[in-house]
């Protein structure tokens, strides 16, 4: 305890950060640290930038944490604090707040006497947060710690704290974490109980109520998707916006990984190309903390300033939200983004993002954009994930988007206002795809989310089994978010409104019933060959032709939305392989029920999907 002693003996009073003697830039210069014109072109852009002076230059490679800690104990009188060797005391983090000493960027450290040391990262922001402080600690004095020694410190005394705020921010009630295993339900067991009697007693009754509920899901399913269609085709994406005079803010982009050894350099390569201000880009790379192939391949890698690894302690879920939700506490941006692993985003993605941001009103949270894929040619699964995503990006969700609908996000290419993502508590740790709960809670508290016109491509996934696995953990996540949602149906009713509650039954529920159902209406397609079929026998004629015109149209509207939805990519594919769909969309059917009997056996568990496959030497848009 010598070292601590000796750092409690040279701090200042309480009275710690008395104005400074120079400003960080005049005293970089005085030190010969940064080179006068180095220093003009970094002040020159200032005017529309919110960035920090110390961040721009750290950003730009002119300084590093070492030369900055010396500038700022010299100017605010205040001295550098070991917290590697002598660790805070764990109670005064409790006294403070976890969340608030991320936010602020400071742990208090040790008490002496009356006066609780304090280290901060920020000695400018000190004077400023020193009433909340004094009011949690009492008398407060400032000591100087890197932001990495800080966040390494909090994350050693209160990982645990850490892990705990990231799995329950969401609300209970609109939240799945109290999700049961179906042997822990009751209502389940006596709803699966209740259908097999029913099959028992009264099969033909019972099969015929099944396949009225899934024809009349298919008809909903099929006029929603048409007036989506046509919505999307009379309004098409508005054209790129140019910036307005203002500050640009600062967006923090999050990418959440997990075993991706081989990703990093080509990640990193295209995040570089993102032609946004460096100093007012904020990438957080978000690693689970027992996942060493991960961190052992990022600390081989040369980081840009503007990257930094932040890493996500263990907990009871290990999902993708719950990364996102404790990378959230880390992030410096006003806008918040999503990417995945192995996406290439445009380079001009982020500017159209704040200049539609600046357009928009406050009633805009969530910006998304345009999914695609790098590799459609690597076999047929390709080609048909890619004809499927373009008729999904390009038609129906901006479709969704203008008829003032439900829009169920998807999970990349995200852009979020802050200031709302952290009012709705960020994203549901424990949802399987907490991309599309989080664009239905976005709705039901009266924001909307809007489709932009900015490409992101990604590695489609072409191999039947890592498919299956990814489109399971969709569809059981669609069943969790429908099933949460319709917790309490009359506040949800309120809260969309009818069209949109009607809407939010037919893209979820039809969804789900369609994928679950399919067998029912294969089973259909036996009878021109000859089979008996129980329910046909038992329908009217006129039924029949009206069930089989609906069939029809189904699968004509699902050739039309793929083939427009194709000619708007840049991908030269032969539209013969829209006509393939019809053998690729059963693959979900087997998708539905690995999910099924997850939600009844493992509903939080998440199906990794591998990436960085079939992407090598894919850079290019072709």
């Known amino acids: 305890m010598a070292l601590a002693e000796r750092q409690r003996n040279a701090l200042p009073g309480p009275s710690a950060g008395a104005p400074r003697k120079f400003a960080v830039g005049a005293s970089l210069l005085r030190a010969g640290v940064v080179p006068a014109e180095a220093m003009i072109t970094a002040l020159v852009p200032r005017g529309r930038e919110a960035g ?102 909090i994350h050693a005394r209160r990982g645990d704290r850490l892990a705990e705020l990231a799995e329950n921010r969401v609300s209970a009630a609109e939240s799945c974490r109290n999700w049961p295993r179906l042997h822990q339900s009751p209502p ?38 048409l007036a989506a269609v046509v919505a999307a085709l009379r309004n098409p994406l508005p054209a ?100 995945d692993a192995e996406d290439a985003p445009d380079p001009g993605q982020l500017k159209q993002v704040v200049a539609r941001f600046q357009r928009s009103g406050p009633e805009v949270a969530c910006l998304q954009g345009v999914l695609d894929y790098y590799n459609p040619r690597t076999n047929w699964l390709s080609r048909c994930f890619t004809i499927e995503y373009a008729g999904w990006f ?66 489609a996934n072409c191999r039947p089994l890592p498919w299956i696995k990814q489109r399971s953990r969709w569809i059981k996540g669609y069943i969790m978010t429908w099933a949460v949602h319709m917790r309490s149906p009359r506040l949800l009713w309120q809260q969309l409104g009818p069209r949109g509650f009607f ?3 037919v893209l979820f529920l039809g969804t789900i019933a369609q994928f679950m159902l399919a067998p029912l209406f294969w ?19 006129p039924l029949v032709w009206a069930m089989a015109t609906a069939f029809v149209l189904a699968e004509l509207v699902n050739l039309v939305v793929g083939a427009i939805g194709l000619r708007r990519t840049s991908h030269d594919l032969s539209l013969f392989w829209v006509l393939t769909l019809k053998l690729y969309y059963p693959l979900a059917t087997l998708a539905a029920y690995k999910g099924l009997v997850e939600i009844a056996t493992r509903p939080f568990y998440w199906d990794k999907t591998t990436h960085g496959i079939f992407d090598h030497g894919t850079e290019t848009k072709g």
Not at 100 to 112: E, I, N, Y
Not at 531 to 536: I, K, M, R, S
Request: proline share 5%; glycine share 8%.
């Open 523 to 541: 089973s259909l397609l036996l009878i021109p060959f000859g089979f008996d079929h129980a329910l046909h026998a038992a329908l009217p004629v």
């Open 394 to 459: 390009r038609l129906v969700l901006p479709g969704l988007a203008r008829l003032g609908l439900v829009v169920p996000l998807g999970g990349t290419t995200l852009f979020l206002r802050r200031d709302v993502l952290e009012r709705l508590g960020g994203w549901d740790a424990h949802n399987v795809t907490e991309d599309a709960d989080l664009g239905i809670r976005l709705a039901r508290h009266g924001y909307r989310t809007e489709l932009i016109d900015t490409i992101t491509q990604e590695e």
């Open 240 to 339: 790129q916006a140019e910036l307005s005079e203002g500050i640009l803010p600062t967006i923090s982009i999050i990418v959440a990984l997990y075993r991706e050894g081989d990703i990093a350099p080509r990640l990193i390569r295209r995040l570089a190309r993102l032609d946004y201000p460096a100093e007012l880009l904020d990438v957080i790379l978000a690693v689970e903390a027992e996942d060493h192939v991960t961190l052992g391949a990022l600390a081989q890698s040369e980081l840009p300033p503007w990257i930094r690894v932040v890493i996500v302690p263990e907990g009871q879920v290990k999902t993708k939200p719950r990364a996102l939700n404790h990378a959230l506490d880390h992030a410096r941006g006003a806008i918040i983004g999503v990417y």
């Open 52 to 153: 920090r002076l110390q961040d721009v230059l750290r950003a730009r490679g002119l300084v590093v944490e070492r030369d900055l800690l010396g500038v700022d104990a010299r100017n605010w009188g205040i001295r550098l604090l070991d917290l590697d060797s002598v660790l805070p005391d764990p109670r005064l983090i409790d006294a403070v707040g976890v969340a608030d000493c991320l936010r602020h960027g400071l742990v208090p450290w040790q008490k002496v006497g009356d006066v609780t040391i304090v280290a901060t990262s920020r000695p400018e922001d000190f004077r400023h947060i020193r009433p909340m402080l004094e009011a949690r600690l009492g008398p407060v004095a400032a000591g100087l710690a890197s932001s990495r020694a800080v966040l390494t410190a």
């Open 188 to 225: 389940a067991m006596l709803g699966l109980a209740c259908l097999a009697v029913l099959l028992v007693a009264a099969p033909l009754f019972t099969g015929l109520g099944i396949l009225a509920f899934a024809v009349l899901s298919l008809v909903l399913s099929l006029a929603l998707k």
């Open 503 to 505: 809407g939010f039954q």
